[in-house]
Antibody, heavy 118, light 107 residues
Framework: EVQLVESGGGLVQPGGSLRLSCAASGFTFSSYWMHWVRQAPGKGLVWVSRINSDGSSTSYADSVKGRFTISRDNAKNTLYLQMNSLRAEDTAVYYC???????????WGQGTLVTVSS | DIQMTQSPSSVSASVGDRVTITCRASQGISSWLAWYQQKPGKAPKLLIYAASSLQSGVPSRFSGSGSGTDFTLTISSLQPEDFATYYCQQANSFPPTFGQGTKLEIK
């Protein structure tokens, strides 16, 4: 059974940093591109970042470029999102998601809430 | 970025009804469209990809159609577990973008 389990969310002050993790199991993690998608409270879904299967290629939404870094450790079956210079507008539930094929998302984690507030 | 616009934003229906949700892209996306279902406090679930391909395990009462700029998600006979919010998403151009969602409520 495919499982994605996020962790690392919490309350952080504006300008602070946080690292999210997504532990994968039930599939060959190293064969799949992976994504982060976020959802602000009461709002819709917004794509954040993606990484290819070996970690050599990454992409970001303009809103997080230069502040967020996606990475992965295929030996540990874990996806990461390093978030720096956090802003109030980054407050959201962050989901990791597996890429089915060219930016379709077939499995999602349960999400981890990041709250940026003083 | 490609803008995705769903209509209606909310709809009320009864168990057994046929419901159609529409998604329009701001430019042509061929058939690069997915539909997701999200229930409160839960992660989204992929229902349809490539506009009309049913994801494994999804009931056949869900169907998708369309190409270019106009797409529809149809639920042929609503079941109690179908009341949720539905999102479309384009995968034709970077970055992937979602519609604003359609909330399907019980009448």
């Amino acid at each position: 059974e495919v499982q994605l389990v996020e962790s690392g969310g919490g309350l952080v002050q504006p300008g602070g940093s946080l690292r999210l993790s997504c532990a994968a199991s039930g599939f060959t993690f190293s064969s799949y591109w992976m994504h982060w998608v976020r959802q602000a409270p009461g709002k819709g879904l917004v794509w954040v970042s993606r990484i290819n299967s070996d970690g050599s290629s990454t992409s970001y939404a303009d809103s997080v470029k230069g502040r967020f870094t996606i990475s992965r450790d295929n030996a540990k079956n874990t996806l990461y999102l390093q978030m720096n210079s956090l802003r109030a507008e980054d407050t959201a539930v962050y989901y990791c998601a597996r890429d089915l094929d060219t930016d379709y998302f077939d499995y999602w984690g349960q999400g981890t809430l990041v709250t940026v507030s003083s | 970025d490609i803008q995705m616009t769903q209509s209606p934003s909310s709809v009320s229906a009864s168990v057994g009804d046929r419901v159609t949700i529409t998604c329009r892209a701001s430019q042509g996306i061929s058939s690069w469209l997915a539909w997701y279902q999200q229930k409160p406090g839960k992660a989204p679930k992929l229902l349809i990809y490539a506009a009309s391909s049913l994801q494994s395990g999804v009931p056949s009462r869900f169907s998708g159609s369309g190409s270019g700029t106009d797409f529809t998600l149809t639920i042929s006979s609503l079941q109690p577990e179908d009341f949720a919010t539905y999102y479309c998403q384009q995968a034709n151009s970077f970055p992937p973008t979602f519609g604003q969602g359609t909330k399907l409520e019980i009448k």
